[in-house]
């Protein structure tokens, strides 16, 4: 455009942004000839072109047309059958190798050993430590365990059973008043039983230990040879004894001196565990 022409553009241009509030800007374009088209509409190549690519599929004709293909050499190789670096690799290595060094030297000495905690971690580790104790305080302790891997007794369970059982041998006559237990001050200690655990069976229950198991062979085997050397003949017996009672429900029923003695058992027990609060 000339002079005149782009300012008369510029102009116009600046009223119609104006009129419709949008602004807009003048770019000049190309207004000379355009690219030579194919016959099917795409961009023809330019003689240039078309000169490189006659070259380069000649090239391509006539390597792929040569009775032989050049031989360069094999690659060097190291005694161990590795190839060997060339001249300039060998040099970029020890540049590399020597950046590596200058770098490590303007590093600061680390200390040898364990690298000490920052405040931050060793608060953290404080508090992950006081979690840990606050859980464990709230879950249940462990039953302590007598030796053979049984429950133990607590001490008031110890000494709720000794009152009882004295109290059922003063209800029975065995002995005579029994003089008031005296509770020991009871120390708050868990006693645990910190061995192996006791062998169980298939089902649960405690495996016998080879010693039981000796002993019991011993025992049967000297029962068998006590009852091979007993006579053997018919019991005849002519005393003739009722039935046991029986109650509603097909159990045998107490006779009125069990019913008697299960009174005072229950009573001795009460008073028992009145006395022991």
Not at 146 to 168: F, R
Not at 179 to 185: R, T
Request: aromatic share 6%; no cysteine; proline share 12%.
């Amino acid at each position: 455009d000339t002079p005149e022409v782009a300012a008369a553009k510029w102009a116009h241009l600046a009223e119609i942004s104006k009129a419709r509030g949008i602004p807009l800007v003048y770019a000049p374009r190309w207004w000379g000839p355009g690219a030579p088209l194919n016959a099917d509409g795409t961009v023809a190549e330019t003689p240039e072109v078309q000169a490189a690519k006659a070259v380069h599929f000649a090239a391509h004709a006539q390597a792929r047309n040569a009775p032989w293909w050049p031989w360069a050499g094999a690659a060097p190789l190291n005694p161990d059958g590795t190839v060997a670096d060339t001249p300039e690799v060998r040099a970029a290595k020890a540049v590399h190798y020597a950046a590596h060094a200058q770098a490590r030297s303007l590093l600061p000495l680390l200390p040898v050993g364990p690298i000490p905690d920052t405040p931050e971690v060793h608060l953290a580790k404080i508090a992950h430590l006081a979690a840990h104790q606050e859980a464990l305080s709230r879950s249940r302790r462990s039953a302590p365990l007598n030796a053979d891997g049984t429950v133990a007794d607590t001490p008031e369970v110890a000494l709720a059973k000794v009152a009882h059982y004295a109290e059922v041998a003063r209800a029975r006559g065995l002995v005579g008043p029994v003089a008031p237990v005296i509770a020991p001050a009871v120390v708050a200690a868990e006693p645990r039983w910190w061995g192996p655990p006791a062998p169980l069976n298939p089902d649960g229950t405690v495996a016998e230990t080879p010693e039981v198991r000796a002993a019991k062979g011993v025992h049967f085997a000297a029962y068998a040879a006590a009852a091979r050397g007993l006579p053997v003949h018919p019991v005849v017996s002519a005393v003739s004894t009722p039935w046991a009672p029986l109650n509603a429900d097909g159990t045998v029923r107490d006779t009125p001196e069990v019913i008697a003695r299960t009174i005072e058992h229950f009573a001795a027990h009460g008073d028992a565990l009145q006395r022991l609060g």
